[in-house]
């Protein structure tokens, strides 16, 4: 049973932890699903793999040398830390992407090796991802990242003429009918665009250009040393800059290392690639044209006027209501463009060579936790996901608290289950001070277990800086709450600074802990039978509210006990194969029901789909008014009302007994209301693990029926802090189900194993 509560103390000494197993390189099970037995699962529980411990990052700021390397990877063993990621900082002997460089690199691998530890290496000198330790700027600055300008918009008179010469970052230069709001593009002749307007009407010409800008970047081989925009990040919609980015960073490390690649060199781990503008890509025009079968371009001022963004659904701000009028239709279709060339030209390039070459990728983005800043950001989190073979997230501030609704872990797990990987990663901690309550041990168990009950298998711990001197040290600020709020009462006496959990005398059982449940919930496969409609496409027309429903319907859910996925468009149109009533996914998890949130928008072959699945017994809800528009090639010849006469509907819009009653029967069944009991449940070959979480302040009694996955004839309960498992008391089995007590601490847990084999499942002492 786990709690982190100060009044309880851990139960582990550190003189009994035992060094974690390490499996022959060629196995790389972490890379993949495994149809473990519950017994198998069993008997590395005590010493995982060192494939799946946690790690930490590694700041290299200042000299780097053998001893400085060998004595933090002693230090990180000492911790129960078996992996780190190195992320590259300002080294005068050593700059990032320099020949002296990748000589520690390679000296860095060999000392883990000796140590049977793992390491992952930054994708690139700071963050965010994607301007190659400067590169972009100094040596290719014409695949520097993109922007659409203003669009310079000037009147002319009726008989008037109109002339200019077009540069090379001039779009078009488009005739625009006041009156109508009509456009027409004006090619150049000769160099030169020149216009009579026609005697009647209103007219005015619109001249789009796109212009260089980037986000600030923190480069290891920045001047300042500072966060600014010397060194421009990449057109990371543009496949030849990619393919540049790979050859400076990726290749090097293949050069340097490659024959550890997929063995002590785990792979790459990117941060927080993002745009905070409307992005642009010289082929841009083609792109749209070859995709949505019309010109973007007699559009672009239209599109240079709209930003979608906003805090949407944090804080108390009115939801605002979606714009659906043509501008805004366009305006879609351009995010999806520029999200689709963002996720394939980036993202998945990225994986797929990592792939290629034994290794995998792991990254989380920008603004998870804010759906309408991430759609700015990044366009869409699921396509930029897609062939990540470790999604991530963040939890890095207030994203995660006791008096915040978070559930966007879900992320991060949803993708690993829809796209068929075994780990979900979080980085955790990194600026968690100032004005943002600050956790010390206790509330960092807490926030960790809060994201394994939503899935995450793979956690980051920030921050430790190599011991050459030169550090990063956060601020020693008091830990106090939000401005304007009363720190709940688990909040005061927390630390005064983000890092200083990880310094805890008690911080090695901690991520012994977290070694051992990861490992065995990122085993076998996922269960959840329910998936919830990602609201990404509707959030592209400028909406808040549907960001707002879309978290209430996922909590409230969760809050009752079931288990679930997000879905996007792409896995409902594309991924998920339909067999009779179930929408099975990649990781070969079948999804007995969809529910869809109020939403504005959705595509002609998903509701075809999801039609199709409930004639064969799957069950579809809808919340609240049918979507106003259904899109065929493009949102901007978008038709609708939808037709949802075929599915349940809750005109409400929220979760009510009758969408509880119309869902999948929940694989965890209490016998008392409750909604702090949270729970993650994995199929193994011949059974089950459940993971459950208290995350209440109020202590619970009660009984569980936990569906099984087999006839279930045994079950055991796993101490991750022990490593040592018992059979449990109490338990009756019937028909396919097992009933179990259940009595969790305030922020207590119990991991649960059931087995359907007559071999008794193996405990380790």
């Avoid at 883990?112 to 992952?120: E, F, N, P, V, Y």
């Avoid at 216009?195 to 800008?213: H, L």
């Avoid at 394994?452 to 020693?476: C, D, N, V, Y």
């Avoid at 609240?624 to 010849?637: I, Y």
Wanted: glycine share 8%; aromatic share 10%; proline share 6%.
């Amino acid at each position: 049973m786990m709690t982190l509560k100060a009044s309880k103390p851990l139960l582990l000494s550190l003189l009994s932890l035992a060094p974690l197993a390490v499996f022959a390189a060629e196995d790389r099970p972490w890379q993949k699903l495994n149809d473990l037995t519950a017994t198998e699962v069993v008997r590395n529980f005590a010493a995982p793999p060192s494939g799946y411990s946690s790690q930490v990052t590694w700041g290299w700021s200042g000299v780097i040398t053998r001893e400085v390397i060998a004595r933090d990877l002693d230090k990180l063993l000492g911790m129960n830390i078996h992996q780190a990621w190195v992320e590259p900082g300002r080294n005068p002997e050593a700059p990032y992407l320099s020949p002296a460089y990748f000589e520690n690199v390679k000296i860095a691998v060999e000392e883990a090796k000796k140590r049977g530890m793992h390491l992952w290496f930054d994708d690139d000198g700071g963050y965010p991802s994607g301007f190659a330790g400067g590169k972009f700027t100094t040596e290719r600055p014409e695949f520097r990242m993109k922007a659409l300008a203003p669009v310079e918009q000037k009147p002319v008179a009726a008989g008037e003429t109109f002339s200019v010469a077009p540069d090379a970052t001039t779009i078009c230069v488009v005739a625009l009918n006041l009156d109508t709001g009509a456009g027409q593009v004006l090619e150049p002749k000769a160099g030169k665009v020149e216009w009579t307007a026609p005697a009647s009407g209103r007219w005015a010409v619109a001249v789009s250009r796109w212009v260089f800008r980037s986000g600030v970047t923190k480069s290891a081989n920045n001047k300042s040393g500072g966060k600014d925009s010397e060194h421009s990040l990449m057109d990371y919609l543009s496949p030849e800059a990619n393919q540049l980015f790979i050859t400076w960073t990726y290749e090097q490390y293949k050069k340097a290392v490659g024959d550890e690649f997929g063995k002590t060199f785990l792979g790459f781990r990117g941060d927080e690639a993002s745009y905070n503008f409307n992005p642009w890509t010289p082929d841009f025009p083609e792109q749209f044209q070859k995709r949505k079968g019309y010109d973007i371009r007699p559009h672009l001022a239209a599109i240079s006027a709209i930003q979608v963004g906003g805090r949407g659904g944090r804080g108390n701000a009115a939801p605002v209501t979606a714009n659906l009028d043509a501008a805004h239709r366009v305006y879609a279709d351009y995010c999806d463009v520029w999200s689709d060339l963002f996720a394939q030209n980036f993202f998945s390039a990225g994986a797929k060579w990592a792939a290629d070459n034994h290794l995998e990728m792991q990254t989380h983005i920008e603004h998870e936790e804010i759906l309408p800043q991430l759609a700015s950001s990044n366009g869409d989190f699921f396509k930029c996901m897609r062939d990540i073979q470790v999604p991530g997230i963040d939890v890095i501030w207030h994203q995660l608290w006791h008096d915040v609704v978070a559930d966007f872990p879900k992320l991060a797990s949803s993708s690993t289950h829809l796209n068929g990987h075994p780990q979900a990663m979080s980085e955790s901690f990194a600026a968690m001070s100032g004005n943002y309550p600050t956790p010390n041990l206790e509330e960092a168990g807490w926030i960790l277990n809060h994201q394994i009950g939503l899935g995450i298998t793979h956690f980051e711990f920030m921050s430790m800086g190599a011991s050459t001197g030169t550090r990063r040290t956060p601020p020693a600020t008091p830990a106090v709450a939000q401005p304007g709020k009363e720190a709940p009462a688990l909040m005061k006496g927390a630390a005064p600074n983000g890092y200083r959990y990880i310094n805890d005398p008690k911080f090695p059982e901690l991520a012994q802990y977290v070694n051992r449940t990861t490992y065995v919930l990122a085993q076998g496969r996922p269960a959840a039978q329910v998936g919830v409609y990602m609201p990404s496409t509707s959030i592209w027309f400028g909406g808040t509210a549907v960001n707002r429903s879309f978290l209430a319907t996922v909590h409230a859910l969760l809050e009752h006990q079931r288990d679930l996925d997000f879905v996007d468009e792409y896995a409902l149109t594309k991924s998920l194969k339909l067999r009779g009533g179930e929408l099975v996914n990649l990781s070969g998890q079948a999804y007995r029901g969809i529910v869809v949130p109020p939403i504005d928008v959705i595509s002609k072959t998903a509701l075809e789909n999801l039609k199709a699945f409930a004639k064969g017994g799957g069950k579809v809800v809808f919340l609240g008014a049918a979507p106003s528009l259904v899109a065929d090639k493009n949102f901007l010849t978008a038709s609708g009302p939808a037709d949802i006469s075929w599915a349940v509907t809750e005109p409400t819009g929220e979760v009510t007994a009758k969408v509880l009653a119309a869902l999948p029967e929940s694989d965890l069944v209490v016998d008392q209301a409750t909604t702090g009991l949270k729970y993650n449940h994995r199929h193994l070959k011949d059974g089950d693990v459940y993971f459950l979480f208290n995350e209440g302040e109020t202590a619970l009694n009660l009984k569980a029926t936990l569906a099984t996955h087999g006839t279930g004839r045994q079950a055991e309960r796993l101490d991750a802090h022990t490593g040592k498992s018992e059979p449990l008391a109490g338990v009756s089995f019937s028909n396919g189900k097992v009933v179990v007590p259940v009595t969790l601490e305030p922020w207590a847990t119990t991991l649960i194993v059931i087995s359907s084999s007559a071999e008794k499942i193996a405990s380790l002492p």
